[in-house]
């Protein structure tokens, strides 16, 4: 069945780079895009970006700057990197799989991976 | 970006029906879909493209709306139903969510 679960440190200082992985299992990246949704305590999801079954990105113009997502597809694995994190970016991360390649909702997540930033 | 409006909280009884909004700041189509979040979880997906109700979904949800304007309605409402359920939209991109109600059985 499809699985999805994210991986990374817990606690990430201010300022410094996030790293996280999404490992997926019963279906292939080549064929599903795979998104990135944050969530600060208490508050709504917020869409970061994706990677498409192509190998094609695209970001959320709010943190477009600071992020970057890639894939390694014989391994199974979706990467997110966000750098310069603040305290703001303490939340809830997860990624997510779309039901199609175009104008689709998120069919299926992973259990999502706290994150943490404070010195 | 799309700006998806809805309001923050509902408190309904057990068994009554509650209808819970979501307002698009342009046009979406139908490709407005529901999710559930209860604390601690991640999302679920309950409704896709505005009515259609997602594989293992009770039938006492059911959503509907097009264009602007959208509505998921639960009826009747059971104690298990307690969370905070989110619109999205994926017509225009990128995707965006609304701001989530919260709804509360009293």
């Known amino acids: 069945q499809v699985q999805l679960k994210e991986s990374g440190p817990g606690l990430v200082q201010p300022s410094q780079t996030l790293s996280l992985t999404c490992t997926v299992s019963g279906f292939s990246l080549t064929s599903y895009n795979v998104h990135w949704v944050r969530q600060p305590p208490g508050k709504g999801l917020e869409w970061m970006g994706r990677?498409?079954?192509?190998?094609?990105?695209s970001y959320n113009s709010a943190l477009k700057s600071r992020l970057s997502i890639s894939r390694d597809t014989s391994k199974n694995q979706v990467f997110l990197k966000m750098n310069s994190l603040q305290t703001d970016d303490t939340g809830t991360y997860y990624c997510?799989?779309?039901?199609?390649?175009?104008?689709?909702?998120?069919?299926?997540w992973g259990q999502g991976t706290l994150v943490t930033v404070s010195s | 970006d799309t700006v998806l409006t809805q309001s923050p909280a509902l408190a309904v009884s057990p068994g009554e029906r509650v209808s819970i909004s979501c307002r698009a700041s342009?046009?979406?189509?139908?490709?407005m879909h529901w999710y559930q979040q209860k604390p601690g979880q991640q999302p679920k997906l309950l409704i896709y493209k505005a009515s259609n109700l997602a594989s293992g979904v009770p039938a006492r949800f059911s959503g509907s709306g097009s264009g602007t304007d959208f509505t998921l309605t639960i009826d009747p409402v059971e104690a298990d139903d307690t969370a905070t359920y989110f619109c999205?939209?994926?017509?225009?991109?990128?995707?965006?969510f609304g701001g989530g109600t919260k709804l509360e059985l009293k």
């Open positions: 342009e046009g979406v189509n139908s490709y």
């Open positions: 997510t799989r779309s039901q199609y390649r175009y104008k689709s909702w998120f069919a299926y």
């Open positions: 990677m498409r079954y192509n190998g094609d990105t």
């Open positions: 999205q939209q994926s017509w225009n991109d990128p995707p965006t």
